[in-house]
């Protein structure tokens, strides 16, 4: 049994948010805050194995852990270990806001976690806190460094675009990674349910970054079987790359290869479009693995071919945090 989908994808990696809950008060995600809309308890780790171990019988070998804001559970690197030392599965990394960075890194490099993201929209500290809410930009770049020094596969930086806010600063990262291992992901800004007119304000496509790099001589690397959605960009000058994340571009879906579990255990075969499929209830028990694989695979049928995103469409996602981004 694997993970196929009536569109000929494979399905080799698994966005697993372990809590929804965030520090921050980005503008383009929670502006408010976060506000907790549920009574649930988030997924134990006992109920994190058992559904890690269903998912890499069928296939699935690199799991990202998400949040909201992962390392706010106190357990995280136990999250992390328990993964990493999941037969099957070959790399485990998160996405992190990097608030408490400087301090974790190599512990959680040392748990198991091979590669790492850090959320940094602006280069400039006081843009940094415009958007996030947080005068912390020092600390979060701190904490870059220090996943660099403890030995990380691959460290990426991604920053969402947003026009007449961070869109000035291409220059700035491009300097910056000239002489940095990172990868800088600028990510198209995304319409949810509470943000229609944000996003009629502030989205830039990605294809202006792109004209851009293109014109300056940087070439599109081949993607592999479990790498993100990210067109992959480098230059011969520069120890960084860059990679771009457009979800309005056509064909975009055409090579999803990820699956999502909500930090209540929600099955969703799409960030956008559908309320998803409880897992819950089976993960409760390892016996049930059976039942649980057989439900995956049963929710895989009925994936659609695209998020529809370029018609207007925003499915009944609240919020990115909500079921991890």
């Known amino acids: 049994m694997q993970l196929i989908d009536k569109y000929h994808r494979k399905f080799e990696y698994l966005r697993l948010s372990i809590t929804d809950e965030c520090n921050f008060k980005c ?114 770049m701190e904490g870059v460094d220090a996943c660099i020094t403890a030995g990380f596969e691959q460290v990426k930086v991604n920053s969402v675009l947003m026009k007449g806010l961070n869109d000035n600063d291409l220059s700035t990262f491009l300097a910056w990674i000239k002489q940095q291992p990172i990868q800088l992901r600028f990510i198209e800004l995304m319409q949810t349910d509470d943000n229609a007119e944000f996003f009629n304000r502030y989205h830039l496509s990605g294809q202006s970054i792109k004209d851009v790099l293109l014109s300056q001589q940087w070439v599109q690397k081949n993607r592999h079987a479990n790498d993100g959605p990210a067109e992959v960009f480098f230059h011969p000058d520069y120890l960084g790359e860059i990679g771009l994340i457009m979800p309005y571009s056509k064909d975009f879906c055409d090579n999803c290869n990820r699956l999502r579990v909500s930090a209540v255990g929600r099955l969703h075969l799409c960030l956008f479009g559908e309320d998803g499929v409880d897992l819950r209830h089976l993960l409760q028990n390892s ?24 018609l207007g469409l925003t499915g009944g996602t609240p919020h990115l945090a909500s079921i991890g981004g």
């Open 27 to 140: 503008n383009y995600c929670l502006p408010d805050g976060y506000q907790r809309t549920h009574q649930k308890q988030f997924l134990s780790q006992n109920e994190i194995q058992n559904l890690i171990n269903a998912f890499a019988e069928l296939g699935t070998s690199k799991v990202r852990i998400t949040g909201g804001e992962p390392s706010l559970r106190k357990d995280f690197p136990n999250i992390i270990e328990q993964i990493a030392t999941t037969d099957g599965i070959k790399k485990v990394v998160t996405t992190t806001n990097g608030f408490n960075l400087s301090k974790h890194a190599e512990h959680w490099f040392e748990a198991g976690l091979s590669a790492i993201n850090v959320s940094i929209d602006s280069l400039d500290a006081n843009t940094f806190n415009l958007i996030t809410g947080k005068n912390i930009f020092h600390k979060v």
């Open 287 to 310: 016996a049930d693995k059976a039942e649980l694989k057989s439900t995956i695979l049963a929710a895989l049928k009925e994936k659609k071919s695209s998020h529809f995103l370029d």
